[in-house]
């Protein structure tokens, strides 16, 4: 681009010379209104020259350079001459006078057409300037003949047929949302991407990440309206207004929102998306209890981990869902305190009922009635407030071919999902998830359990937690009833404040409430549980569920015990079978699961022989077992294709799990599962 030869580059050519009228053409200063002089002119007035000539006794009059239309350079559009088009930010000091605007008529009167040129901003045309006819909500171009010192603007309606829009922006200081306790009660500007839109009865708001974290924005039009529509969840923009503090929180009060596009707007992505990269990385912490298989698991642990942070740290929502009993409950909870302190610090203080949701599932994996529940609230959160779909993470659940209808829902929405089990994984299950973390992956197996893993996954996520989660593993153990090494340890960590019969206790209660709870997620009363309130409303309250669940027990066990069929297989196996159907309480704790353990328990205190345990039910059995070699998943798998028209399936655990069939094959699945159980291998 070449500078404008007509006005040398200045952008503006002199038309006329005038005698100064202030001075009458002297140079000196007369008595003049300090009030309507600008600080430069003040200064000038007061070392005694004009300030209206700057002391030469005439004054210039200037147009704006009509070859160039005021940039000073040729661009070879030298005739389109600029209007511009003022941010709602702009005050008169960002008005020229003899500049075109864009302005919107806002009232038409006898004397004049009143023009908005923003927000603030409304000038006048005269009824005299007043070409033709125009109306409320007219887009008109507008040259700024006068502004007088009381602020009103004089305007004189131009028509033009070509012209450039130029858009004149107001410049506020930028920060990071991070730093804004710092300019509470200034304007300031920041960028970042539009994460979350609530449409309150008053304004709307909207939480903006940036680099540093989120802040929420107020942005008000009238109460309950929503302010910018076309800014959405996902938009990047420049928000400027005041900081305020509103309840703890920082907030901005919206006085202009923006939408950035292009080059603008992807440098602000990767700025977010570098700073959460950074943001997300694990703790480096040790493991309170390594051991081979922990350690071999380390890696997946921390990208299980890192995904999390990256979830909180964007303010994507979370779903958590864990198998409803002792196992998957402490370690949902373990991940629970961990990220929620997070939460709160990141997104506010009421955010973890937006971002955050934890759900038991009643099934040992993910079934259709839990995605579907969970698919149907992310895409109402997302219509609601524009939220992302959420990140799915399935603990001491998750890992077996019987979740792959439910993924199939999760892959159609392009939901990311994270599991941290320990039932035996089958492969398939891989290809919808993003992390897999799972003993048997390597070497080892269920009595590493899932409250295990989360316990340490949790400390990587947040170590500030490590204290007061340091019982969960060892109430998983006992839940699961572990007997790898590394449950005694965990067992022997919390020796000095919980000993095994409280650690046992607080499993039962936790199985007991589970039981009543459903599909609640119960987070008070399992905090209660989980001592992580008073203590003495702990101890009672583990100590009543106990009692209750005992007693329950007692009263299944004396139902059920002279009820169990005993019968010695070829390999030596003790096979015991009980009809829960016919012979056990129903619809009531203990459920058939926890009745054919507990059955299966009192059995093996009585022998050292190998034992299994059926407890079956018109359709379905429950499979317990002790030294007998099973592998539960092999032989689902066999039954469902050797019996035709069976419909078998479940699955479980190697040695505990479960099996589902049609009513009127029962008599056949049974015969030929305890023909298989008398033709295993045992540890004999
Ligand atoms: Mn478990």
Not at 189 to 213: M, R, W, Y
Not at 504 to 530: E, H, M, P, T, V
Not at 655 to 661: C, D, H, L, M
Request: proline share 4%; with cysteine.
């Amino acid at each position: 681009m070449a500078l404008c030869e007509r006005c040398s580059g200045k952008g503006e050519i002199v038309v006329e010379e005038k005698k100064c009228v202030a001075c009458k053409g002297t140079g000196k200063a007369k008595s003049i209104n300090l009030g309507e002089l600008s600080e430069e002119q003040l200064s000038r007035a007061l070392d005694g020259s004009c300030p209206v000539c700057d002391g030469t006794g005439c004054v210039k009059i200037t147009e704006k350079c009509p070859e160039c239309g005021g940039s000073g350079e040729i661009t070879g559009h030298v005739d389109t001459p600029s209007v511009n088009l003022l941010s709602d930010l702009c005050d008169l000091q960002d008005l020229v006078v003899g500049d075109l605007y864009e302005g919107t008529v806002n009232g038409v009167t006898d004397f004049g057409a009143f023009i908005d040129l923003n927000k603030k901003m409304r000038g006048l045309i005269r009824s005299n300037n007043l070409g033709s006819d125009v109306a409320v909500g007219d887009t008109v171009h507008v040259h700024v003949q006068n502004v007088k010192p009381n602020g009103n603007i004089e305007l004189i309606p131009k028509k033009l047929k070509e012209y450039q829009i130029v858009e004149i922006e107001k410049h506020f200081p930028e920060y990071r949302s991070s730093d804004l306790l710092k300019h509470v009660g200034k304007t300031v500007s920041i960028a970042g991407k539009v994460i979350h839109v609530k449409q309150t009865a008053g304004p709307t708001i909207f939480t903006v990440l940036d680099e540093s974290g989120t802040v929420v924005c107020a942005a008000f039009e009238r109460a309950g309206e929503r302010a910018y529509p076309e800014v959405d969840s996902g938009t990047i923009v420049r928000v400027v207004g005041e900081a305020s503090m509103r309840n703890q929180d920082i907030q901005i009060e919206v006085a202009e929102m923006k939408g950035l596009f292009g080059s603008d707007a992807t440098g602000i992505c990767d700025r977010i998306e570098r700073a959460l990269d950074i943001l997300a990385e694990p703790q480096d912490v040790d493991f309170l209890i390594e051991s081979e298989v922990t350690t071999s698991l380390k890696e997946g642990m921390r990208a299980v981990a890192k995904r999390i942070r990256r979830a909180i740290f964007s303010s994507q929502p979370i779903v958590l869902r864990h198998h409803a009993d002792a196992d998957g409950m402490t370690a949902g909870i373990a991940i629970e305190r961990a990220i929620l302190p997070l939460i709160r610090d990141v997104s506010g203080t009421d955010a973890e009922y937006y971002f955050y949701r934890r759900s038991p599932s009643k099934a040992p994996f993910y079934e259709m009635m839990d995605i579907v529940r969970d698919i149907t609230f992310a895409l109402g959160d997302q219509a609601r407030h524009g939220q992302d779909l959420p990140l799915i993470i399935l603990v001491d659940n998750g890992s077996t071919e019987e979740d792959v209808p439910a993924f199939r829902y999760t892959d159609v929405y392009g939901i990311d999902v994270l599991v941290v089990d320990h039932h035996h994984p089958d492969e398939v299950v891989d290809q919808y998830l993003c992390e897999h973390v799972n003993p048997y992956h390597v070497g080892g197996d269920f009595g590493v359990t899932a409250g295990m893993v989360c316990f340490e996954v949790a400390r990587m996520i947040n170590p500030d937690v490590t204290d007061e989660i340091k019982h969960l593993p060892a109430v998983s153990a006992i839940g699961d009833r572990s007997e790898a090494a590394e449950a005694s340890r965990y067992i022997d960590l919390v020796s000095d404040r919980y000993s095994a019969a409280e650690l046992s206790d607080i499993a039962l209660a936790l199985d007991y409430a589970a039981f009543w709870l459903k599909f609640q997620d119960g987070r008070g009363l399992l905090n209660d549980i989980l001592n992580f309130g008073k203590l003495d409303r702990h101890q009672k309250l583990v100590k009543l569920l106990c009692d209750q669940a005992k007693s329950m027990i007692e009263d299944q066990l004396r139902v059920c015990m002279p009820n169990v069929r005993t019968q010695r297989l070829p390999n030596g196996v003790s096979l015991n079978v009980i009809d829960l159907e016919h012979f056990a309480h129903k619809f009531t704790f203990p459920p058939p699961g926890k009745t054919s353990g507990e059955i299966h328990d009192q059995i093996c205190q009585k022998t050292d022989d190998p034992v299994v345990t059926l407890g079956y039910g018109p359709d379905f059995a429950v499979i317990r077992s002790r030294g007998a070699g099973m592998n539960i998943p092999q032989m689902v798998r066999e039954l469902h294709d050797e019996l035709v028209g069976a419909g078998v399936s479940g699955g479980g655990h190697l040695v505990v799990g479960s099996i589902k069939f049609v009513e009127g094959m029962r008599t056949e699945v049974l015969q030929r599962l305890a023909e298989m159980i008398g033709k295993l291998e045992t540890d004999e």
